[in-house]
């Protein structure tokens, strides 16, 4: 999986604003988007004199999925931490996170199914001879 075994950092929004306020080509300060989906965030940012463009992204993505958010969820799942008790801990620290739906999503359709498939690769049914 991307980025699994790669160090992870906490942010904070400010000082990532300070980072990527100005245009590196002509030194303007430059308009900044915002996107976050859970601990994903991209920002994108324009210069009006140079016509500067560019598009930065905190995690990878595989497909539509911020890697971030499942390796959050695979981490909680894995573990038996319980979303709800994971949920006051972001929100006490502020900390941006995935919801309910999400984490639920992710383990239906991704971790429940690749568990079921580790374990039959693991364990392969035993094959009846019939004489």
Same mark, same amino acid.
């Given at each position: 999986?991307?980025?699994?075994?790669?160090?992870?950092?906490?942010?904070?929004?400010?000082?990532?604003?300070?980072?990527?306020?100005?245009?590196?080509?002509?030194?303007?300060?430059?308009?900044?988007?915002?996107?976050?989906?859970?601990?994903? =965030?991209?920002?994108?940012?324009?210069?009006?004199?140079?016509?500067?463009?560019?598009?930065?992204?905190?995690?990878?993505?595989?497909?539509?999925?911020?890697?971030?958010?499942?390796?959050?969820s695979?981490?909680?799942?894995?573990?038996?931490?319980?979303?709800?008790?994971?949920?006051?801990?972001?929100?006490?620290?502020?900390?941006?996170?995935?919801?309910?739906?999400?984490f639920?999503?992710?383990?239906q359709q991704?971790?429940?199914?690749?568990?079921?498939?580790?374990?039959?690769?693991?364990?392969?049914?035993?094959?009846?001879? =019939?004489?």
């Open positions: 999986m991307v980025g699994y075994k790669a160090p992870k950092f906490i942010v904070y929004k400010e000082c990532l604003s300070e980072l990527l306020k100005c245009c590196p080509v002509c030194g303007l300060s430059c308009a900044v988007t915002w996107r976050v989906i859970g601990t994903f =965030v991209a920002v994108t940012r324009h210069c009006s004199r140079c016509t500067y463009s560019s598009k930065w992204c905190s995690q990878p993505m595989v497909k539509d999925i911020p890697v971030g958010n499942l390796h959050l695979a981490a909680m799942y894995f573990s038996g931490a319980s979303f709800s008790k994971m949920q006051r801990v972001f929100a006490a620290f502020r900390l941006q996170f995935i919801s309910n739906s999400t639920y999503r992710h383990v991704l971790l429940q199914p690749t568990i079921l498939f580790m374990w039959n690769v693991a364990n392969p049914p035993l094959m009846l001879r =019939v004489f």
